[in-house]
């Protein structure tokens, strides 16, 4: 698999305030909610899509994954309970951006993950999933790893 430059790398206007939409951020509250009742099955099924995608990053990761599933849910659900209060998640996603270099992520990482997430996340939903839904989580997930590029 070939992992590209990631398109929101050199684009620091990707971050720029954006009005906040209150039936998204109740969508993915809604939606997160269902995936939080499946936590460790959306953390496994995303592991397994993306080490089978881009089997090189599982290097990046520690063999035993199960404290690394909760950091992952955990993030998650810091991201939806702040979707309301941006200045609050940004100072922390960027963190976390600048704490993922030093684990080796690189900037052409972030769109694979943000892709097997949202299909892991359509695994897992089943048919509650609907394409509005996963056009929220996409553009959720954009604007997340866009931060976290920022940090880095």
């Known amino acids: 698999m070939s992992i590209t430059r990631h398109p929101l790398y050199d ?8 009005p906040l939409d209150e039936g ?5 509250e809604a939606s997160f909610r269902g995936f939080a009742e499946q936590a460790d099955l959306l953390a496994e099924r995303f ?16 063999e035993d994954l199960r404290e690394q599933r909760k950091k992952l849910v ?3 659900a810091f991201v939806v309970a702040h979707l309301r209060s941006p200045d609050e998640v940004l100072p922390r ?4 951006g600048t704490a993922h270099v030093a684990y080796g992520a690189r900037p052409e990482h972030y769109p694979v993950v943000c892709e097997e997430l949202v299909l892991a996340m359509s695994e897992v939903a089943g048919t509650a999933w609907e ?3 996963e056009r929220d989580w996409r553009n959720a997930l954009h604007l997340v790893s866009a931060a976290m590029i920022a940090g880095a």
């Open 11 to 18: 684009d620091p206007r990707s971050l720029a305030p954006a």
């Open 24 to 28: 998204l951020v109740r969508r993915l």
């Open 47 to 62: 592991y397994e899509r993306l080490f089978r995608r881009a089997p090189g990053v599982q290097a990046l990761f520690p």
């Open 74 to 76: 955990g993030a998650l």
């Open 93 to 96: 996603l960027r963190a976390l």
């Open 131 to 133: 394409p509005e839904i």
